[in-house]
């Protein structure tokens, strides 16, 4: 099974209303073989809440799209999601093989996971 993991990153300062569209340099793009390697994706319907006085109520929620791949799938963090990855702070969404990152300090932004060719050879 060769599975690759391709990072992309967006700055979450955009507008909810508007889709963020990303696509990963040509540079980026592995050669393989039977596989739709994740070219471009779609984030859309992305809201948060924080809740000033319980961090614990602070959420993130977006939908995520990729044409290439085919999968459309629904991200979210919130007072029950739990975080993994060697930081602690990788979300999982409701397809496996899409994850985030969503940060507010630092260089605060969204980062997104996708599992390349997590079923080809």
Do not use: W
């Not at 319907?45 to 044409?67: G, H, P």
């Amino acid at each position: 099974m060769y599975a690759a993991l391709s990072l992309f990153s967006l700055m979450a300062a955009a507008s909810a209303s508007k889709a963020l569209h990303y696509t990963v340099p040509s540079s980026f793009k592995a050669v393989a073989k039977n596989c739709s390697m994740p070219a471009d994706f779609t984030v859309t319907n992305f809201t948060t809440y924080t809740d000033t006085s319980d961090n614990s109520l602070n959420t993130v929620n977006f939908d995520f799209s990729d044409l290439t791949t085919q999968i459309h799938t629904t991200c979210q963090r919130n007072s029950t999601s739990t975080a993994s990855g060697p930081s602690k702070n990788k979300y999982a969404c409701d397809n496996a093989d899409i994850s985030f990152i969503y940060q507010t300090t630092g260089v605060a932004g969204l980062t997104l996971t996708e599992k390349a060719c997590s079923g080809g050879t």
